[in-house]
């Protein structure tokens, strides 16, 4: 076995005769966080539409835990093992916590009875309640349908799914970027206890001090294409707005941008 | 206060602004009609004093009206079984205006399957099959019914889900056909005589006890089920629900199917009660439906709403076709007023959603 869970070759998605992925190979070892940063509209949501299945790629290989995988759906690939936090949260607002933290994935009695099968209300409010203490994610009452909650306590709900259900891949796109100083800190220690339980990740983030902070490698996506894959402890700040800009690229991938 | 640490991560909750269920909102409105009537009542010149709510005949064994009561119920019990469908569509974020013309269209052929051969001695004069299809068991009629609203739910679903035609249009589309069905049946005319046991499923108050029954059968399904959970969440945020697995096409199919088999229901129960199956039965229910529902509380752009809620809308929308009778208002007001009431019910939808926004 290797030990690399995802792998991407040649990885392409036009819309019409937009280009917005363009040949992305890229590799990711378990245990692994990386980060991709890049100016908007450079394909980095597009990139991870493509891995969980959200659209049908151009075309490209994804090789995910060994084998090559062609995904129907966000749901084939979570059951797969990937969780994403999309950009546009998946949340339905007319639903309680608990409700959100375990659509789709319901606990029930009665298996029997098909789609007619009983919630089992107890056991998924109390999962629930143990996995935002766990977070030490602040939410008022898991009871409250979350249409008026904060983008921050949404977010939370939204990354706590993931957190809960343990996943051989969590992908998050932009997490904090509607966030206040705490709950940014909130997600930040999330994203710390994953690293703790060795399970991987792809942060998208425009957040240089975080990125920092908490991935050990930073892919650079300009254009569509990847233009850097720089190890955390070899570079700054600097050094990666360089790539992002266009200031710079690395030789291997000169022939992208 | 109340304030308690309820929430998790150690944050206030105070349980005593926790919202108020909607349900109740649609109770006092309740409480409050029925006391306009009664007001009206009194002051209306022409009405000689006459009570709406209480028995004013001066018999001692009753404090209310309950001949007035009886019809109520009874007026709204079989719209109110549609109604209970139309709830689970609206919830879902669909519409479906398909359910008053199927239940001509149910009604027509369900009934064709439950004549008696003999009527009063002679030959039934209204036979519609040969001599096979006279005195069948009742369960036979039932389950046509019940299959054919399933049929023509599953293409309302199926248009709905995979080709992406809008629901208004699917299901308009579903009216016309559905009437059509229902004339061509029989030529126009009318099917009569059913059999006792077909005739006993509706006789009395039978539409009141069968509209208590799916009504429970329907909450819990709403309530405490995966197919309830799923319907709120599409109707609440249809991509999220997709992105969360959730098989979207296949649960719409699923809504639409159980709300014509409803309304075939409603078909079987109104044919039995009449006795008589109509090619032109059903005129406006699907509006009706809808306006009980919307009455109800349950809110057109989806996600909201529940079976209690619709229950209350089907007794408003019953106390107050019942109110406009007993002031003398002609028919043709009534019809009016209630449109009015409709517009009013989705109004107040909208503007119960804006000043809960702005409320926290
Ligand atoms: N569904 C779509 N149809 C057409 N163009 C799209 C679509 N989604 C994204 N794009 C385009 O693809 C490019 C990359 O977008 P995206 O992956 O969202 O960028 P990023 O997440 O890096 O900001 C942009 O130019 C965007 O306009
Ligand atoms: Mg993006």
């Given at each position: 076995?290797?030990?690399?869970?995802?792998?991407?070759?040649?990885?392409?998605?036009?819309?019409?005769?937009v280009h917005a992925l363009e040949?992305?190979?890229?590799?990711?070892?378990?245990?692994?966080?990386?980060?991709?940063?890049g100016d908007n509209g450079a394909g980095k949501?597009t990139?991870?539409?493509?891995?969980?299945?959200?659209?049908?790629?151009?075309?490209?290989?994804?090789?995910?835990?060994?084998?090559?995988?062609?995904?129907?759906?966000?749901?084939?690939?979570?059951?797969?093992?990937?969780?994403?936090?999309?950009?546009?949260?998946?949340?339905?607002?007319?639903?309680?916590?608990?409700?959100?933290?375990?659509?789709?994935?319901?606990?029930?009695?009665?298996?029997?009875?098909?789609?007619?099968?009983?919630?089992?209300?107890?056991?998924?409010?109390?999962?629930?309640?143990?996995?935002?203490?766990?977070?030490?994610?602040?939410?008022?009452?898991?009871?409250?349908?979350?249409?008026?909650?904060?983008?921050?306590?949404?977010?939370?709900?939204?990354?706590?799914?993931?957190?809960?259900?343990?996943?051989?891949?969590?992908?998050?796109?932009?997490?904090?970027?509607?966030?206040?100083?705490?709950?940014?800190?909130?997600?930040?220690?999330?994203?710390?206890?994953?690293?703790?339980?060795?399970?991987?990740?792809?942060?998208?983030?425009?957040?240089?001090?975080?990125?920092?902070?908490?991935?050990?490698?930073?892919?650079v996506f300009r254009r569509g294409r990847i233009v850097?894959?720089?190890?955390?402890?070899?570079?700054?700040?600097?050094?990666?707005?360089?790539?992002i800009t266009g200031?710079?690229t690395?030789?291997?991938y000169?022939?992208a941008a | 206060?109340?304030?308690?640490?309820?929430?998790?991560?150690?944050?206030?909750?105070?349980?005593?602004?926790?919202?108020?269920?909607?349900?109740?909102?649609?109770?006092?409105?309740?409480?409050?009609?029925?006391?306009?009537?009664?007001?009206?009542?009194?002051?209306?010149?022409?009405?000689?004093?006459?009570?709406?709510?209480?028995?004013?005949?001066?018999?001692?064994?009753?404090?209310?009206?309950?001949?007035?009561?009886?019809?109520?119920?009874?007026?709204?019990?079989?719209?109110?079984?549609?109604?209970?469908?139309?709830?689970?569509?609206?919830?879902?974020?669909?519409?479906?205006?398909?359910?008053?013309?199927?239940?001509?269209?149910?009604?027509?052929?369900?009934?064709?399957?439950?004549?008696?051969?003999?009527?009063?001695?002679?030959?039934?004069?209204?036979?519609?099959?040969?001599?096979?299809?006279?005195?069948?068991?009742?369960?036979?009629?039932?389950?046509?019914?019940?299959?054919?609203?399933?049929?023509?739910?599953?293409?309302?679903?199926?248009?709905?889900?995979?080709?992406?035609?809008?629901?208004?249009?699917?299901?308009?589309?579903?009216?016309?056909?559905?009437?059509?069905?229902?004339?061509?049946?029989?030529?126009?005319?009318?099917?009569?005589?059913?059999?006792?046991?077909?005739?006993?499923?509706?006789?009395?108050?039978?539409?009141?006890?069968?509209?208590?029954?799916?009504?429970?059968?329907?909450?819990?399904?709403?309530?405490?089920?995966?197919?309830?959970?799923?319907?709120?969440?599409?109707?609440?945020?249809?991509?999220?629900?997709?992105?969360?697995?959730?098989?979207?096409?296949?649960?719409?199919?699923?809504?639409?199917?159980?709300?014509?088999?409803?309304?075939?229901?409603?078909?079987?129960?109104?044919?039995?009660?009449?006795?008589?199956?109509?090619?032109?039965?059903?005129?406006?229910?699907?509006?009706?439906?809808?306006?009980?529902?919307?009455?109800?509380?349950?809110?057109?752009?989806?996600?909201?709403?529940?079976?209690?809620?619709?229950?209350?809308?089907?007794?408003?929308?019953?106390?107050?076709?019942?109110?406009?009778?007993?002031?003398?208002?002609?028919?043709?007001?009534?019809?009016?007023?209630?449109?009015?009431?409709?517009?009013?019910?989705?109004?107040?939808?909208?503007?119960?959603?804006?000043?809960?926004?702005?409320?926290?």
């Open positions: 076995m290797s030990d690399i869970i995802l792998e991407t070759r040649d990885l392409t998605k036009y819309y019409g005769g040949g992305a190979d890229f590799t990711l070892r378990k245990g692994e966080h990386v980060a991709i940063m949501s990139f991870v539409r493509q891995i969980t299945g959200v659209e049908p790629r151009t075309r490209g290989e994804i090789i995910f835990d060994g084998k090559p995988v062609h995904f129907d759906g966000p749901l084939d690939a979570r059951q797969a093992g990937i969780e994403a936090v999309f950009q546009t949260l998946a949340l339905a607002d007319d639903l309680d916590v608990s409700d959100n933290l375990f659509l789709g994935r319901e606990k029930t009695w009665a298996n029997w009875l098909g789609p007619f099968r009983f919630l089992d209300y107890k056991a998924m409010r109390a999962d629930t309640i143990a996995a935002l203490e766990k977070t030490a994610v602040k939410i008022p009452n898991i009871r409250n349908t979350i249409q008026y909650m904060s983008g921050g306590q949404r977010q939370c709900v939204a990354i706590a799914r993931t957190a809960t259900f343990h996943s051989k891949l969590t992908i998050m796109d932009e997490p904090t970027a509607a966030l206040g100083v705490q709950e940014t800190a909130q997600v930040e220690n999330i994203i710390r206890t994953l690293k703790e339980q060795g399970e991987p990740l792809i942060l998208i983030s425009h957040n240089m001090r975080q990125v920092m902070d908490l991935v050990d490698r930073i892919i850097a894959n720089l190890n955390k402890d070899d570079t700054d700040g600097q050094d990666v707005v360089a790539y200031a710079k690395q030789p291997e000169a022939g | 206060m109340a304030e308690t640490t309820h929430g998790t991560g150690g944050l206030k909750y105070d349980s005593s602004r926790r919202s108020w269920p909607n349900e109740f909102n649609i109770f006092i409105a309740l409480v409050i009609i029925v006391a306009i009537f009664e007001v009206l009542g009194q002051l209306l010149p022409y009405m000689n004093g006459q009570s709406f709510l209480f028995d004013t005949n001066d018999r001692f064994d009753s404090i209310f009206n309950e001949a007035r009561l009886r019809i109520i119920i009874l007026q709204v019990a079989i719209i109110g079984i549609i109604s209970l469908g139309v709830t689970q569509v609206i919830i879902s974020g669909g519409i479906d205006l398909s359910s008053g013309p199927l239940v001509a269209a149910t009604a027509m052929i369900v009934m064709s399957f439950a004549q008696t051969e003999l009527v009063n001695g002679n030959p039934n004069p209204k036979a519609v099959f040969g001599d096979w299809a006279f005195d069948l068991p009742v369960i036979v009629p039932i389950i046509v019914g019940l299959i054919f609203g399933a049929f023509i739910g599953a293409i309302n679903g199926i248009l709905i889900a995979f080709t992406r035609i809008p629901p208004f249009i699917a299901t308009l589309g579903m009216f016309l056909i559905c009437r059509g069905i229902a004339q061509w049946w029989t030529r126009g005319q009318p099917v009569s005589f059913p059999t006792e046991s077909y005739a006993a499923l509706g006789a009395g108050m039978m539409p009141v006890v069968w509209f208590i029954m799916l009504a429970v059968v329907c909450h819990v399904l709403l309530r405490y089920t995966v197919y309830g959970k799923h319907t709120y969440a599409i109707g609440s945020n249809e991509d999220a629900a997709r992105m969360s697995g959730i098989n979207v096409r296949r649960h719409k199919v699923l809504i639409y199917m159980i709300a014509s088999m409803l309304a075939a229901f409603a078909a079987i129960i109104l044919s039995s009660k009449n006795l008589t199956a109509q090619s032109g039965m059903g005129l406006f229910y699907e509006l009706y439906a809808i306006a009980m529902a919307v009455i109800g509380g349950v809110s057109l752009t989806g996600g909201r709403g529940s079976i209690i809620g619709t229950v209350l809308g089907a007794m408003v929308f019953g106390v107050i076709q019942s109110g406009f009778t007993y002031i003398k208002l002609d028919a043709y007001f009534q019809i009016m007023a209630m449109g009015a009431i409709i517009i009013s019910a989705v109004v107040l939808d909208k503007w119960r959603q804006q000043r809960a926004a702005t409320r926290i």
